[in-house]
């Protein structure tokens, strides 16, 4: 069996770097696509033209919808066909940025940029979409033939988006080696098809390491709206390794416990890495991790502002047919709580999801 890896063709990352944007997308192509907010245009608009126009390139913007669902997909393609554009842009969230890749995708293989605006999630560098239907829930996984051309990402402007969102980042980012790590030693496939690697290993494990060293320190940064080597740090673990190591290491379970929370309406409003990070702890209960590496991941959550318990989840009353629904979504066959161990039950699942809650609860 082979081992596979896959991560963007670029990564850029720094202070002022979208002003950059024309140096690094020159040759690759004339017309430029941006698709993104009204309020991420308010944003960053103004950014892009100016580097776009510096380079003599022509551009037109287009109004994200909302939703990465198949009919938005469509009309992304349609629009960007009719206005005869050759490079699709993405900036913004990770909805923003998985409608670019499947747009680009199914017209061909258009190159494509993304820009996250902020550092919420490890959307931007995977070569994977998830769409929704129109009413928030996940239709299906869009695997693209190739990752983005090009990842920018300028930690100015990250420093500046909501601290709750580089937080929700951090959660996500923060299952990334514990994920891999499941997968390596039960030999699970990744998303490039093959085994995890030795280099998404150290990936993932450099990624955890930097969020334990430097996660308190970026987010006091974010609070003073200021781009410091610490955020500089976490921004490139949560973006960039975060984001090649769960593609190229693979998920366990706490990507689907996060996923069967779909299944509590009270947890709806959450960031899906607050609800890894939840999911995180109920893996480690799972694998019987030891007290140490518990009390450091538990910690961490505490301090960040990361959920420890159901109600930090909004989930402010508990009820049992729920958390058993979210139990059992997370070990049907197609769900990755099997990389952790093959014959993991419902129940097993069900009682450490109330185990994180009764230690959370206390504090
Ligand atoms: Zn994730």
Redesign the pocket.
């Known amino acids: 069996m082979s081992i596979g890896i896959k991560a963007p063709c670029k990564y850029s990352q720094g202070k002022g770097e979208l002003g950059k944007l024309g140096l690094n997308v020159k040759k690759m192509g004339n017309k430029f696509f941006l698709l993104c907010t009204a309020n991420t245009r308010k944003r960053v608009g103004e950014i892009m033209e100016e580097s776009l126009k510096s380079v003599e390139k022509e551009y037109i913007f287009c109004d994200f919808n909302g939703e990465c669902s198949k009919a938005e997909i469509s009309r992304v393609m349609e629009e960007f066909e009719k206005a005869g554009c050759d490079v699709m842009v993405g900036a913004g969230g990770g909805k923003v940025i998985d409608t670019a890749k499947a747009a680009a995708e199914n017209l061909g293989g258009k190159p494509v940029v993304i820009i996250p605006t902020v550092a919420s999630?490890?959307a931007p560098c995977s070569g994977v979409a998830v769409i929704y239907n129109e009413e928030g829930v996940v239709v299906k996984a869009l695997l693209t033939k190739k990752n983005p051309d090009l990842v920018l990402v300028d930690t100015d402007i990250i420093a500046h988006a909501p601290a709750r969102l580089l937080v929700a980042g951090m959660g996500?980012a923060l299952?990334t080696w514990f994920e891999t790590r499941a997968c390596k030693r039960s030999g699970a496939k990744n998303m490039a098809r093959g085994l995890c690697s030795n280099t998404a290993y150290m990936m993932s494990k450099l990624c955890y390491d930097l969020l334990i060293q430097d996660g308190v320190a970026a987010l006091e940064a974010v609070k003073r709206q200021e781009a410091d080597e610490h955020l500089e740090n976490v921004v490139e673990a949560s973006i960039y390794l975060s984001g090649v190591g769960?593609e190229s290491g693979g998920l366990a379970a706490a990507?689907a416990v996060?996923d069967g929370f779909a299944y509590v309406p009270a947890a709806h409003g959450m960031y899906?890495?607050e609800k890894?990070a939840y999911g995180l702890l109920v893996q480690l209960l799972l694998e019987k991790a030891p007290q140490s590496e518990w009390d450091e991941v538990f910690g961490f959550c505490k301090a960040v502002g990361l959920p420890t318990k159901l109600a930090d989840l909004g989930v402010t009353e508990v009820k049992e047919e729920e958390i058993r629904k979210v139990a059992e979504a997370a070990c049907v066959p197609t769900q990755s709580t099997k990389n952790v161990r093959a014959d993991i039950t419902p129940e097993e699942v069900y009682e450490a999801i109330m185990k994180v809650d009764e230690i959370g609860r206390k504090g």
């Open positions: 999630n490890d996500d299952a769960f990507h996060n899906h890495g890894v």
